[in-house]
C-alpha cells in the first residue's frame, strides 16, 4: 500500500498566539505546517516549500491577505493552491472582495478549530477532485477530442453552442452539485480567473458564475417538483452548503422563495 502523503499548509497570519495555535493544531492532525508572520514572509516561505493549501489573514503589515492572493492568482504555478481566509474582517464587502481576488473560502474569527479542519477537508476533497478530472480529460483518446465539442453536452443543456466555451460548460456540467468556484473553472481549463472571467462574458453576455447559478437552479426545479425533499436538502443535491445562500439565489433570480414557487407550480399542474 503507498503510503498517505503529508498534506503541506501554510499559515499567514501576523498574530503570533493564533499563528501558533493554528500550527500546533494542524500538527496534531497530521499535517506539515508552515508558518508565516505576515504576506511577505509567507511569499518567501511558499518559494522555499510549495504548500497544498494556505491559509491567510486579511489585515497585516508589510503585505496583507489581499495583497497575498492576487500574487498567486497572478501565477499559473501558485494559482491552483486553495486560498482560505480567516479574519476578523467580516462584512460582505470583506467577503466579497476576497471571493473575487480568488479566495476559495472565508472564515470569521472566532473560529472552532473544528470548523477550520471542515473547511480544509472540502477544499483538499476539491482539489483531488479536480485533478482526478483533469487528468481523464487530458487522456481522453483521439477519437473523443476530435468530435465536435458541443456534441459532449447534452443536447437539452441550458448552455448555448459556443464551442470555445464547450470545456467550461463541460466542468460545470460535471461539477455544478459541488461548491465550485471560479478558480476552480478556471483551473480545469487551463485560463486566468480574469481571462476566463472577460472571455465567458465577450462570448454569452453573462458570467462564469451565472452559468453555474443557473445549471444549480435548473436542477433545483426539477427537484422541487419531482420529489418531497426539504429546501436545505435541494440546497446541498445542488452545490450549496447553506441552504439561506441558495434561497437567496432562487429569489434573486424568480422573485419568489423555493418553497413558493413548489407550491405554486404544484397548484397549476
Known sequence: MAEKTV????VIEDNAKTRNLFLRCL??????????????????????????????????????????VTKLRQDPVTAVIPFIFVTGRATRTDIRK??????????TKPCTFKELLATIAVQLEKQANLRQWYGAESQ???EQSSTDPTSLIASNSIFPAC?????????????????????DVAQAVGYSPAYLTNLMRQQTGKSVHRWIVERRMTQAHSLL???????????????????????????????????????ARRRIA
Open 225 to 263: 417538483l419531482e420529489t418531497e425533499q426539504a429546501v436545505n436538502q435541494i440546497a446541498e443535491a445542488v452545490g450549496y452548503q447553506d441552504a439561506c445562500h441558495f434561497s437567496r439565489y432562487f429569489r434573486q433570480l424568480y422573485g419568489t422563495s423555493p418553497q413558493a414557487w413548489r407550491s
Open 7 to 10: 498534506k503541506k499548509i501554510l
Open 140 to 142: 481522453q483518446v483521439p
Open 98 to 107: 476576497g471571493m473575487e481576488l480568488g479566495a476559495d473560502d472565508y472564515l
Open 163 to 183: 464551442p470555445q466555451m464547450s470545456e467550461v460548460f463541460r466542468f460545470i456540467e460535471s461539477f455544478y452539485n459541488q461548491p465550485i468556484t471560479l478558480c
Open 27 to 68: 500538527k496534531s492532525e497530521g499535517f506539515y505546517p508552515i508558518g508565516a508572520e505576515d504576506g511577505i514572509v509567507g511569499l518567501e516561505r511558499l518559494q522555499e516549500n510549495t504548500p497544498d493549501l494556505i491559509i491567510c489573514d486579511i489585515k497585516m503589515p508589510k503585505l496583507d491577505g489581499y495583497g497575498v
